[in-house]
């Protein structure tokens, strides 16, 4: 993602985001992930992220303690076991047991109803095996206090048990020799100490040369020798050499422990990654938390703005510690517009909303949960420029203006329509006129370029401007006239007055400076900004308006097509049913004719031939003209006529008929040359006959009161709820499309498909299904406790 000036984190206070994120780090190895994070462009990237930081938020509010925990890098061990023959210190292969444990843990976690609860966090162990035989080789040596156990190999214990036997003897001996010397009065207070690692009696000086032994080292002042006495040397010997024994046996057991580890240390740096990462996540939950943020309901791949209850996610957090409330804002660009300029009286709000866009929109990118509504839409921009703040630079040697120029320049050479634009007061720096003209220019070029952006502003001109542009919309931050406060609202559609008179009144000013100033300003310039103020508010009710008669036209066209569909699935129906009547019929003459044949055989044994004749004829033309109906039917049923076909018949009054583009059916009340009147309902039209059709009688013309009660009783009798888990792929296909149809024909609104989560393929196979319905609806999944994505539901 490009990102401009170079200091825009500091700019939108993104880096004092990065701050508390990393003090929710437990290990130095996440913090420094922390610091090195930028924001992606990448929608699948940015999806896991997300997820990721959801769930973990979901596990610590439900209290399912993930174990992650405080640990070091053991990037330098791992480094230092590279190097054949290297032999790790015990303190190292404490911190490698450490990242094992810990890691066993998190394996340890993921249970069955885990992986299900929590996908994306398990995905990130699931192609990873755990080996905890390392476990085992490390602690048969150390502790768990990080000392080498005493049965690390049989060597060692020999020696250990040699050497706690010979210090016994020692204490027992020394013992003697204090109390002998002690009585004649040549030992200090302090009786015994060690020097160069040997047990010492602390001497006077002046009585240095009555007691034999060796003398080790004096006190800095000359007056204390501390002496090894002559009987406990040789017991002194005999521990120092244990004691080389102990240590060289202990090397060498790290030295295999340490060979033993080398060819895992790969295994041991995905391990490490693997807590590096669950901290990094876990830290994002955390914050996340604290800001009241969630993932949002949407996320597209384009630039899109549909923020609802947005927050300044620092602001909320600053007026959550001092009980304050944060005010939420609404930000959303419809039918066409991509530019929000944003007026204003000065400290209500503009610049803080303005930030708080671009601050969020870093955060989302990042793989941070925003402080929004979870039913909130949110896109994905490749660049990110920002004009904030006072740019004077001493160092370029460019005043504040100067270096606006400059970021305008550097905007308009590299932003596109995947760019998000933020500048806060605009035009400002230098003569209003000039500076206004400049960036009236600036906003028209950038609006050519199809940007993204959200600019504040005093300036009339832009304000105008901004009513005439396509896809540029005023905004306002909402101002009590008559308390002269800030409700800090945002309010998308009307632009806003910066009440300045107002505001210098409040002040204390006299009314002499301010008549002079209203004088000087004169009328025009309040006229106009309040001229415009009601424009875009009539504007506004126009657009709402129009949208609102938009709306119900497509609910009619649907509604249209679901009556015409409904109308086919009766019609049919209905012919069907009158088939079945004829087969029927048709069957029980054929058992009548078998009765015939009995009869015609006993007439035969009577001699009477003529009656047989007779009956005979009867039966075969009852059976042919109920033959004739039977396929007449199957025809009408199965045959649909074409345009050809049905222009072949003239159009007269009387016929039913409806128009070639679509609609309802009506009645022709008569033909006149090449045009008809024809009555639909109340309404009583003239049409040309080139755009009228032949069409079925309407429902309640042609089906009558039996049809209508049989769909009046499917239409009841139809259950919005279908579960398709077991089943087939190609048959729970069949099935959904059946439990649609059915749906269609019964005009229900709410649907629910369950189909259990597994691989996913079911779920998707189902949407793919539902989109193949030429029908407005919306597809979504219920929360995690009901279903969540092994439950579809369908608002048609």
């Not at 204490?171 to 047990?199: C, M, P």
């Not at 007055?497 to 006299?510: D, P, Q």
């Not at 196979?765 to 193949?772: F, I, M």
């Amino acid at each position: 993602m490009q990102l401009l000036p170079k200091d825009l984190f500091e700019k939108l206070e993104f880096d004092k985001v990065l701050h508390l994120l990393e003090q929710e780090c437990m290990g130095e190895p996440g913090r420094a992930l922390v610091r090195e994070l930028v924001p992606s462009d990448r929608k699948s990237q940015i999806e896991v992220a997300l997820s990721e930081a959801q769930e973990f938020a979901r596990s610590i509010e439900h209290n399912d303690h993930f174990p992650v925990r405080a640990y070091e890098s053991v990037d330098e061990e791992l480094e230092m076991l590279k190097v054949e023959g290297y032999v790790l210190a015990v303190k190292g292969l404490q911190n490698l047991n450490l990242i094992l444990l810990f890691t066993r843990d998190v394996f340890r976690f993921f249970n069955a109803r885990r992986r299900e609860t929590y996908p994306m966090l398990y995905k990130a162990i699931r192609e990873v095996s755990f080996n905890e035989d390392l476990i085992k080789a490390i602690e048969g040596v150390i502790d768990e206090e990080g000392n080498i156990r005493p049965d690390a190999s049989p060597e060692l214990m020999r020696i250990r048990r040699q050497l706690g036997s010979k210090q016994k003897e020692l204490e027992q001996k020394f013992r003697v020799i204090i109390n002998q010397y002690r009585s004649k009065g040549w030992l200090t207070d302090n009786v015994e100490s060690f020097r160069n690692g040997r047990r010492v009696l602390s001497v006077p000086s002046e009585h240095k040369r009555s007691i034999r032994g060796i003398i080790h080292d004096e006190s800095t002042t000359g007056k204390t020798a501390f002496i090894e006495p002559e009987g406990i040397i040789e017991i002194n010997n005999d521990i120092f050499d244990l004691e080389t024994d102990e240590k060289r046996e202990i090397y060498r057991i790290l030295r295999e422990l340490s060979a033993e580890l080398r060819p895992y240390r790969e295994d041991i740096r995905t391990y490490q990654d693997i807590l590096i990462h669950f901290d990094f996540v876990q830290a994002k939950a955390r914050l996340a938390r604290q800001m009241n943020a969630v993932m949002p309901k949407t996320l597209f791949s384009h630039p899109h703005f549909g923020v609802r209850q947005g927050r300044h996610p620092l602001l909320y957090l600053k007026n959550k510690r001092l009980n304050k409330v944060t005010v939420p804002f609404d930000f959303n660009l419809f039918k066409g517009n991509r530019i929000l300029m944003l007026s204003g009286p000065n400290a209500g709000g503009k610049s803080i909303t303005l930030k708080s866009i671009g601050l969020m929109q870093l955060m989302l990118q990042s793989g941070l949960l925003v402080p929004v509504d979870q039913e909130s839409e949110m896109g994905i921009f490749k660049a990110l420029f920002a004009d904030i703040g006072d740019q004077q630079s001493i160092e370029d040697d460019l005043s504040t203006y100067s270096s606006r120029l400059e970021n305008m320049r550097n905007f308009l050479e590299r932003s596109d329509k995947d760019s998000l634009v933020l500048i806060d007061e605009f035009g400002s720096g230098t003569d209003p006129k000039i500076g206004g003209a400049i960036a009236e220019s600036i906003l028209r070029q950038l609006n050519e370029q199809r940007i993204y952006g959200v600019i504040t502003t005093h300036y009339s001109n832009l304000k105008i401007y901004a009513f005439k542009t396509k896809g540029i919309v005023n905004a306002s931050m909402n101002f009590d006239k008559d308390t002269l406060s800030p409700t800090y609202e945002l309010q998308v559609g009307r632009p806003g007055s910066s009440y300045a008179f107002e505001i210098a009144e409040k002040s204390g000013l006299s009314n002499k400076i301010l008549n002079y100033a209203k004088h000087r300003t004169g009328k025009n310039e309040k006229a106009v900004d309040q001229l415009l103020v009601e424009l875009q508010q009539e504007k506004q009710e126009a657009e709402e308006k129009l949208a609102e008669l938009t709306d119900k036209q497509k609910k009619l066209d649907a509604l249209i097509r679901n009556y015409e569909q409904l109308h086919k699935e009766l019609e049919y129906r209905r012919k069907k049913v009158k088939l079945e009547a004829k087969e029927w019929a048709l069957q029980q003459t054929s058992r009548d004719n078998r009765e015939m044949e009995n009869l015609i055989r006993e007439i035969k044994e009577q001699q009477n031939l003529e009656k047989a004749k007779r009956i005979s004829q009867q039966v075969k033309q009852q059976r042919g003209k109920l033959a004739e109906q039977v396929t007449d039917l199957r025809e009408k049923i199965y045959y649909e006529p074409t345009e050809k076909d049905k222009k072949k018949e003239a159009i007269k009054a009387g016929d039913f008929v409806k128009m070639k583009t679509g609609g309802a059916t009506g009645t022709v009340e008569s033909v006149d040359k090449n045009r008809a009147v024809v009555r639909m309902g109340e309404m009583r039209m003239t049409i040309k006959l080139r755009d009228l059709q032949h069409a079925n009688a309407p429902l309640e013309v042609q089906s009558g009161k039996s049809v209508q009660s049989q769909t009046s009783t499917d239409t009841a009798s139809f259950q919005p709820k279908l579960d398709i888990r077991g089943m087939r792929y190609e048959e729970a296909l069949k099935v959904v499309e059946d439990f649609v149809d059915q749906a269609l024909i019964a005009n229900a609104a709410h649907l629910e498909i369950v189909h259990g989560k597994g691989s996913g393929a079911l779920r998707e196979a189902v949407r793919r299904k539902l989109r193949e319905y030429n029908v407005p609806m919306d597809i979504t999944h219920p929360p995690q406790e009901r279903g969540g994505d092994g439950v579809t539901l369908v608002e048609m």
